[in-house]
């Protein structure tokens, strides 16, 4: 049996864009194309994780297996610990539904820095990015982190701030965060049973909860991928994005 289970939370009730994970993106389900990236990664057994029988229903039709978890989760991490209950790897991946356009690379990274970091309870992934529409957009999370990848903080807000634009920082990429998190079981438990933190509270990001509590989290550097699908704009963005592949 692998060490990594891969769980990919897909929402039916999502509440701004409701079904986003069946919605169709060239003809095929949002979710499956974030599926099949999970499967040719090939590090371990891939569940859809969701709480309506909709969604069990459309993954049997591409071949995926999901299981049904409770109304009562309040995060897709929820969702994934309750997935996770009662099997037995040591690693457990957090893959959104929404990502379709997600790289098998990305996850083989993010395996590998779990496997060779102890010190790691966390492992996610960030992009370079220069684009200031995307820097100066609160959707799009952005990254401090030391140099050994160590997050130092996460925010919506453009940071770290240029204060003054030389010559020698103009193209110093910021970092924006993907949503994907590799979590050792241990550290998965530990997350969960936290509660809402204070900064997680004004970011409205929970990876924060992470940092407060004085876990490690570790980033992997990857290329930028295509858009995340939260909107109707999204999807129509994806479907553009598409084209240029």
Same mark, same amino acid.
């Given at each position: 049996?692998?060490?990594?289970?891969?769980v990919i939370p897909a929402r039916y009730g999502s509440t701004r864009l409701p079904g986003k994970a069946l919605k169709l993106l060239a003809g095929k389900p949002v979710v499956q194309y974030v599926y099949e990236a999970c499967k040719k990664a090939d590090i371990g057994e891939v569940l859809?994780?969701?709480?309506?029988?909709?969604?069990? #229903?459309?993954?049997?039709?591409?071949?995926?297996?999901?299981?049904?978890?409770?109304?009562?989760?309040?995060?897709?991490?929820?969702?994934?610990?309750?997935?996770?209950?009662?099997?037995?790897?040591?690693?457990?991946?957090?893959?959104?539904?929404?990502?379709?356009? &997600?790289?098998?690379?990305?996850?083989?990274?993010?395996?590998?820095?779990?496997?060779? #970091?102890?010190?790691?309870?966390?492992?996610?992934?960030?992009?370079?990015?220069?684009?200031?529409?995307?820097?100066?957009?609160?959707?799009?999370?952005?990254?401090?982190?030391?140099?050994?990848?160590?997050?130092?903080?996460?925010?919506?807000?453009?940071?770290?701030?240029?204060?003054?634009?030389?010559?020698?920082?103009?193209?110093?990429?910021?970092?924006?965060?993907?949503?994907?998190?590799?979590?050792?079981?241990?550290? &998965?438990?530990?997350?969960?049973?936290?509660?809402?933190?204070?900064?997680?509270?004004?970011?409205? &990001?929970?990876?924060?909860?992470?940092?407060?509590?004085?876990?490690?989290?570790?980033?992997?550097?990857?290329?930028?991928?295509?858009?995340?699908?939260?909107?109707?704009?999204?999807?129509?963005?994806?479907?553009?994005? &598409?084209?240029?592949?």
């Amino acid at each position: 049996m692998s060490d990594f289970l891969i769980v990919i939370p897909a929402r039916y009730g999502s509440t701004r864009l409701p079904g986003k994970a069946l919605k169709l993106l060239a003809g095929k389900p949002v979710v499956q194309y974030v599926y099949e990236a999970c499967k040719k990664a090939d590090i371990g057994e891939v569940l859809i994780a969701t709480e309506n029988q909709i969604v069990v #229903d459309a993954a049997a039709q591409f071949g995926a297996k999901a299981v049904l978890t409770s109304q009562d989760c309040q995060s897709g991490t929820d969702r994934v610990y309750e997935a996770a209950q009662g099997r037995a790897e040591k690693f457990i991946i957090n893959v959104q539904g929404d990502e379709p356009f &997600l790289k098998p690379d990305t996850l083989k990274k993010i395996a590998a820095l779990l496997q060779k #970091d102890e010190s790691c309870d966390i492992a996610s992934a960030v992009a370079p990015m220069l684009d200031e529409e995307k820097i100066n957009n609160p959707n799009c999370v952005k990254a401090v982190l030391n140099q050994d990848g160590k997050a130092l903080y996460f925010s919506r807000s453009r940071v770290p701030y240029k204060r003054e634009i030389t010559e020698e920082n103009k193209n110093i990429p910021y970092w924006h965060h993907c949503g994907i998190y590799g979590y050792r079981r241990e550290a &998965l438990q530990r997350f969960v049973s936290l509660p809402t933190s204070p900064l997680e509270k004004l970011e409205k &990001l929970e990876q924060l909860r992470a940092l407060e509590d004085g876990m490690t989290l570790k980033c992997v550097v990857i290329e930028p991928a295509g858009p995340a699908i939260d909107t109707a704009q999204d999807l129509q963005n994806a479907e553009e994005y &598409l084209k240029t592949l």
